[in-house]
C-alpha cells in the first residue's frame, strides 16, 4: 500500500495514491456499508491505493469489540470484494481498524471517537486527516454532524482535512434538500462535503464525457439540428425486496429520477468545459439543469405505475402492494417517467425523456440518442421498411459499452436496407476490469478531488424540476398498475406515442 511520494501526479504510468488519512464510518451494519464501502476500502488497498497506515473507524450502536469489528470487515470483503483476497493485504489494513459503540445522542461516544482518532494520528500516522462517511438515513444526518462539531471532531490543524460524505436521498423535495444542506453547510464548508452518487462513478458513465469530448465524429452531431430526441433508461427486474422500510413514500422518481438520471441527462446535453476539473464541469452541469423546462401538460408527458402480480425470470412474483411491509393503500410509484425539454440552442425542440422502474423486462441502464431521419431516401418504399432512426446507445449496465445502429443493405441482388448495430464493449476491448464506483468515489474522496460528486446547486436544481411533477401526480392517486416482467404502464407508451414516438426495448 506504500506509494512513491515524488511521483509526478501528470504521470499516467502510476496511479493517484491517497496520502495519510483515515475514515469513520457511520451505519456499519447496513447493507451499503458491507456490501459496497467495506469491500471497496479493501479493493483499493489491495491496488496499492491507501497509504500504508489508513485507518477504519466503524460506529455503531453494538456491544462490539475492535476484533468483532474486524471480523465484520473480513466477511463482508471476502463476499463481496472485486479483486482477490491476500492476507498480507488484509493484516495490514487491519491493524488500522476500531470501533467505537454508541447511538448519536451518546456525548460518551463521541467523546470516545475523537480520541481514537487523536490515538491514530499517533500510532498509525493519519496525520489529521479525517473523512466521516455517513451511511445512515437523511434524517440523522444533522444530528451526526452537530455531535462531530460539538465534540471538536471537524477541528483541523492547518495542513490537514476533514470532510465529510454523504448518501443519497439528498431530500425528498426542494425544501427538505434546502434544510439538509443548510444544516451539513453550518457545519463543514462547501468544498469538504462529498454527496455520493455512485452512478457518476462508473467508468460508462465518465465515458460520456470522453466519447462526446474525445472524438471529431460525435460532437458535430451532438445537436438538435440532428437528434430528434435522448431517451435515458434505469430498469431493473427486481422488485423492491427486503427494502420496503426505504422504498415506500419515496418512488421511482425521487429514488432514481432525481439523482441518478438528471446527472446523466446533464452529462449528455452539457457544453463542453475549459478543463474538467471540479468547478467547470460543475457549471457547464448547472447551465443543462437552469434551463430544464417541463411540458404544459404534465397529464399528458409524465407517466407512473406501480407493478402487479407477474412472472419475472420465469418465476411468479407477487405485486407491489402484495410485497412484506407494503400498506395496502399505498400510492408509491415504481414506475416513473417524465419529459423534459431543455431552453437553450443547442437542444431546443429535443424531448429528453427519463424513465425508471422495478420488475421490468430486464435490467438495464441504458442513454440512447435517437437521431432524426434521412432528409430523403433515393430507394424503393419496400427497401426501408425496416429501417428505423440511427441511434447512439451508452450502456451503463450491465453490458458496459457503446453501440452505434445505422442502415446497411442487406446482402442480395435487391437493395434493401435494415438497421445493423456496431458494439464496442469494456470487457472486449481492455484487459483491466472496471473498479467499482464506490472504489474511485471513495479514493476521490481521500484526495479531496470533487469532479463526480454533485454540489448543493444541483441537488436543489434537480428538486426544483421534479417537484410539480410529484405534486401533479400526488393530486392523481393511484398509479397505474402494470405486471411484472412488462415494461410500463400502458400510459407510459401513449406519452411517447403522443410525440409520434416509441420507447426502445432494451
Same mark, same amino acid.
Given at each position: 500500500?506504500?506509494?512513491?511520494?515524488?511521483?509526478?501526479?501528470?504521470?499516467?504510468?502510476?496511479? @493517484?495514491?491517497?496520502?495519510?488519512?483515515?475514515?469513520?464510518?457511520?451505519?456499519?451494519?447496513?447493507?451499503?456499508?458491507?456490501?459496497?464501502?467495506?469491500?471497496?476500502?479493501?479493493?483499493?488497498?489491495?491496488?496499492?491505493?491507501?497509504?500504508?497506515?489508513?485507518?477504519? +473507524?466503524?460506529?455503531?450502536?453494538?456491544?462490539?469489540? #475492535?476484533?468483532?469489528?474486524?471480523?465484520?470487515?473480513?466477511?463482508? +470483503?471476502?463476499? #463481496?470484494? @472485486?479483486?482477490?483476497?491476500?492476507?498480507?493485504?488484509?493484516?495490514?489494513?487491519?491493524?488500522?481498524?476500531?470501533?467505537?459503540?454508541?447511538?448519536?445522542?451518546?456525548?460518551?461516544?463521541?467523546?470516545?471517537?475523537? @480520541?481514537?482518532?487523536?490515538?491514530?494520528?499517533?500510532?498509525?500516522?493519519?496525520?489529521?486527516?479525517?473523512?466521516?462517511?455517513?451511511?445512515?438515513?437523511?434524517?440523522?444526518?444533522?444530528?451526526?454532524?452537530?455531535?462531530?462539531?460539538?465534540?471538536?471532531?471537524? !477541528?483541523?490543524?492547518?495542513?490537514?482535512?476533514?470532510?465529510?460524505?454523504?448518501?443519497?436521498?439528498?431530500?425528498?423535495?426542494?425544501?427538505?434538500?434546502?434544510?439538509?444542506?443548510?444544516? *451539513?453547510?453550518?457545519?463543514?464548508?462547501?468544498?469538504?462535503?462529498?454527496?455520493?452518487? #455512485?452512478?457518476?462513478?462508473?467508468?460508462?458513465?465518465?465515458?460520456?464525457? $470522453?466519447?462526446? &469530448?474525445?472524438?471529431?465524429?460525435?460532437?458535430?452531431?451532438?445537436?438538435?439540428?440532428?437528434?430528434?430526441?435522448?431517451?435515458?433508461?434505469?430498469?431493473?427486474? *427486481?422488485? *423492491?425486496?427486503?427494502?420496503?422500510?426505504?422504498?415506500?413514500? *419515496?418512488? $421511482?422518481?425521487?429514488?432514481?429520477?432525481?439523482? #441518478?438520471?438528471?446527472?446523466?441527462?446533464?452529462?449528455?446535453?452539457?457544453?463542453?468545459?475549459?478543463?474538467? !476539473? $471540479?468547478?467547470?464541469?460543475?457549471?457547464?452541469?448547472?447551465?443543462?439543469? /437552469?434551463?430544464?423546462?417541463?411540458?404544459?401538460?404534465?397529464?399528458?408527458?409524465?407517466?407512473?405505475?406501480?407493478?402487479?402480480?407477474?412472472?419475472?425470470?420465469?418465476?411468479?412474483?407477487?405485486?407491489?402492494?402484495?410485497?412484506?411491509?407494503?400498506?395496502?393503500?399505498?400510492?408509491?410509484?415504481?414506475?416513473?417517467?417524465?419529459?423534459?425539454?431543455?431552453?437553450?440552442?443547442?437542444?431546443?425542440?429535443?424531448?429528453?425523456?427519463?424513465?425508471?422502474?422495478?420488475?421490468?423486462?430486464?435490467?438495464?441502464?441504458?442513454?440512447?440518442?435517437?437521431?432524426?431521419?434521412?432528409?430523403?431516401?433515393?430507394?424503393?418504399?419496400?427497401?426501408?421498411? !425496416?429501417?428505423?432512426?440511427?441511434?447512439?446507445?451508452?450502456?451503463?449496465? %450491465?453490458?458496459?459499452?457503446?453501440?452505434?445502429?445505422?442502415?446497411?443493405?442487406?446482402?442480395?441482388?435487391?437493395?434493401?436496407?435494415? !438497421?445493423?448495430?456496431?458494439?464496442?464493449?469494456?470487457?472486449? /476491448? &481492455?484487459?483491466?476490469?472496471? %473498479?467499482?464506483?464506490?472504489?474511485?468515489?471513495?479514493?476521490?474522496?481521500?484526495?479531496?478531488?470533487?469532479?463526480?460528486?454533485?454540489?448543493?446547486?444541483?441537488?436543489?436544481?434537480?428538486?426544483?424540476?421534479?417537484?410539480?411533477?410529484?405534486?401533479?401526480?400526488?393530486?392523481?392517486?393511484?398509479?397505474?398498475?402494470?405486471?411484472?416482467?412488462?415494461?410500463?404502464?400502458?400510459?407510459?407508451?401513449?406519452?411517447?406515442?403522443?410525440?409520434?414516438?416509441?420507447?426502445?426495448?432494451?
Amino acid at each position: 500500500m506504500v506509494g512513491n511520494p515524488l511521483r509526478d501526479p501528470q504521470d499516467r504510468r502510476l496511479p @493517484r495514491i491517497a496520502g495519510p488519512c483515515g475514515m469513520v464510518l457511520f451505519g456499519v451494519t447496513g447493507d451499503l456499508s458491507r456490501k459496497k464501502v467495506m469491500p471497496a476500502i479493501y479493493d483499493l488497498a489491495n491496488r496499492g491505493l491507501l497509504p500504508p497506515g489508513f485507518s477504519l +473507524v466503524g460506529f455503531a450502536r453494538r456491544d462490539w469489540a #475492535h476484533q468483532d469489528f474486524a471480523q465484520i470487515v473480513h466477511d463482508s +470483503v471476502r463476499q #463481496h470484494a @472485486r479483486t482477490e483476497f491476500r492476507e498480507e493485504v488484509w493484516q495490514q489494513l487491519a491493524e488500522g481498524f476500531r470501533f467505537v459503540p454508541g447511538d448519536f445522542s451518546d456525548d460518551l461516544a463521541f467523546e470516545g471517537l475523537r @480520541r481514537t482518532i487523536e490515538e491514530l494520528d499517533v500510532v498509525r500516522g493519519t496525520g489529521g486527516n479525517h473523512a466521516f462517511y455517513l451511511s445512515i438515513p437523511p434524517r440523522f444526518f444533522g444530528e451526526v454532524v452537530q455531535q462531530l462539531q460539538e465534540h471538536g471532531l471537524v !477541528d483541523h490543524r492547518e495542513g490537514s482535512w476533514r470532510r465529510v460524505v454523504v448518501e443519497k436521498p439528498f431530500g425528498h423535495d426542494l425544501e427538505s434538500a434546502r434544510e439538509l444542506n443548510d444544516i *451539513i453547510g453550518q457545519v463543514f464548508p462547501s468544498g469538504s462535503v462529498f454527496r455520493i452518487d #455512485h452512478y457518476l462513478g462508473k467508468e460508462t458513465v465518465q465515458n460520456i464525457l $470522453a466519447m462526446r &469530448f474525445a472524438n471529431a465524429m460525435f460532437e458535430p452531431l451532438w445537436n438538435a439540428n440532428y437528434v430528434d430526441h435522448v431517451q435515458i433508461t434505469m430498469a431493473e427486474d *427486481i422488485g *423492491i425486496g427486503g427494502r420496503a422500510g426505504y422504498y415506500d413514500g *419515496i418512488g $421511482a422518481a425521487r429514488d432514481v429520477i432525481q439523482n #441518478h438520471l438528471m446527472q446523466l441527462m446533464a452529462l449528455v446535453a452539457m457544453e463542453e468545459p475549459p478543463s474538467f !476539473d $471540479a468547478e467547470n464541469l460543475r457549471q457547464e452541469k448547472l447551465k443543462v439543469l /437552469s434551463s430544464v423546462s417541463l411540458p404544459n401538460r404534465l397529464d399528458l408527458h409524465t407517466a407512473r405505475g406501480q407493478y402487479a402480480p407477474g412472472w419475472a425470470g420465469g418465476i411468479k412474483v407477487p405485486g407491489y402492494l402484495e410485497e412484506d411491509g407494503i400498506p395496502r393503500t399505498s400510492t408509491t410509484e415504481t414506475f416513473a417517467a417524465i419529459r423534459l425539454d431543455i431552453d437553450n440552442r443547442r437542444w431546443a425542440g429535443v424531448p429528453f425523456y427519463l424513465r425508471a422502474g422495478k420488475r421490468l423486462g430486464r435490467r438495464v441502464t441504458e442513454v440512447a440518442v435517437v437521431f432524426k431521419g434521412a432528409p430523403h431516401l433515393p430507394f424503393a418504399k419496400a427497401a426501408t421498411e !425496416d429501417l428505423t432512426q440511427n441511434a447512439f446507445v451508452i450502456r451503463v449496465q %450491465p453490458d458496459e459499452g457503446l453501440t452505434v445502429r445505422f442502415g446497411s443493405k442487406v446482402p442480395g441482388t435487391a437493395m434493401e436496407i435494415r !438497421d445493423v448495430s456496431m458494439d464496442f464493449a469494456y470487457g472486449g /476491448s &481492455f484487459t483491466e476490469a472496471s %473498479p467499482e464506483a464506490y472504489e474511485r468515489l471513495i479514493l476521490d474522496v481521500l484526495l479531496g478531488d470533487p469532479p463526480l460528486f454533485p454540489r448543493h446547486e444541483e441537488v436543489e436544481l434537480s428538486w426544483r424540476i421534479l417537484d410539480p411533477i410529484l405534486n401533479h401526480w400526488a393530486r392523481k392517486g393511484r398509479p397505474d398498475a402494470y405486471e411484472s416482467g412488462t415494461w410500463g404502464p400502458h400510459s407510459a407508451d401513449l406519452m411517447l406515442a403522443r410525440d409520434g414516438r416509441t420507447w426502445r426495448r432494451p
